[in-house]
């Protein structure tokens, strides 16, 4: 028998666990425990891959040979439920559920990659950096965060699950469920590269900004060097000492001329060693 339950329904639990194993229920954000032989009592924060950055709803589920209750407001999860055979056992039912649920994740994960690596392309490639890249990295960041809490918690599920330290479950049913736990644990290494991954765009992100600061600085450098003779022009011939050119006719001419000397010969020299 298969009962699917809204969260404004959760109290049709309590009738299958001690008041303390409820009350963990409420709290705590993943739970997998046995309140009774051959029955399990699974709590989790379901994580949609395809949109981590939206609601986490949790889901709780009581799940015995015979029995199978199911309590969400995640649609996601109710229409996979929905498709699961309701024949078969209950633990069964709840395998295939989480079959159906991780059924597409590795491509959500590869195309998540992917959004990675043209980020890292067009941070390369751009002269200029843009300011959004910043947004976008964080934005990232912390759906690969919820994905990490997610395939944790279901790890640890189906870790106990698998060790089936009480000997309830089937043989092939346990192997099945060994299985999907090691699905679990790829899916969460993959995650942790993900992380790993955005760390480098991260750091080539500031290292681009480190190389357009330097270029700022060496213009600044380089328009500073050219400036600095005429500096000392101005300053020489500013002094209150009666000089020759004073009284030259072509002293100004000369002036001008010598500066626009000093700035072309500068710019040359520069352009020389490739300084700009």
Not at 33 to 47: K, Q
Request: charge should be negative.
């Amino acid at each position: 028998m298969r009962k699917t339950l809204k969260m404004s329904e959760f109290e049709a639990f309590r009738d299958y666990m001690d008041p303390d194993v409820y009350l963990r229920l409420r709290t705590n954000r993943h739970l997998c425990c046995t309140p009774r032989e051959g029955a399990y009592l699974i709590a989790f924060h379901f994580c949609d891959v395809k949109n981590p950055g939206g609601k986490d709803d949790k889901v709780c589920v009581w799940c015995s040979e015979d029995e199978i209750i199911f309590a969400t407001d995640s649609e996601r999860c109710l229409k996979l439920m929905g498709e699961v055979d309701e024949n078969k056992d209950g633990r069964t039912q709840l395998l295939d559920f989480f079959s159906s649920m991780t059924a597409d994740d590795v491509l959500e994960l590869e195309k998540f990659e992917d959004r990675i690596t043209d980020l890292e392309d067009e941070i390369i490639s751009n002269v200029r950096v843009k300011s959004d890249y910043s947004a976008k990295i964080v934005c990232m960041r912390r759906e690969l965060l919820m994905m990490k809490r997610y395939y944790e918690q279901m790890s640890l599920i189906m870790s106990d699950i698998a060790d089936n330290d009480d000997k309830a479950l089937p043989h092939e049913l346990r192997n099945r469920f060994a299985s999907a736990d090691r699905r679990m644990d790829y899916l969460l290494n993959f995650v942790l590269h993900l992380r790993e991954y955005v760390t480098q765009v991260r750091e080539a992100y500031q290292a681009q900004i480190d190389i357009e600061q330097n270029q700022i600085m060496k213009i600044f450098t380089v328009v500073t060097a050219v400036f600095l003779p005429l500096t000392l022009i101005v300053g020489w011939f500013g002094m209150n000492f009666s000089m020759p050119e004073y009284g030259w006719s072509f002293g100004y001419p000369y002036v001008i001329a010598l500066s626009l000397a000093v700035c072309v010969i500068s710019i040359v020299y520069f352009k020389i060693k490739k300084w700009f």
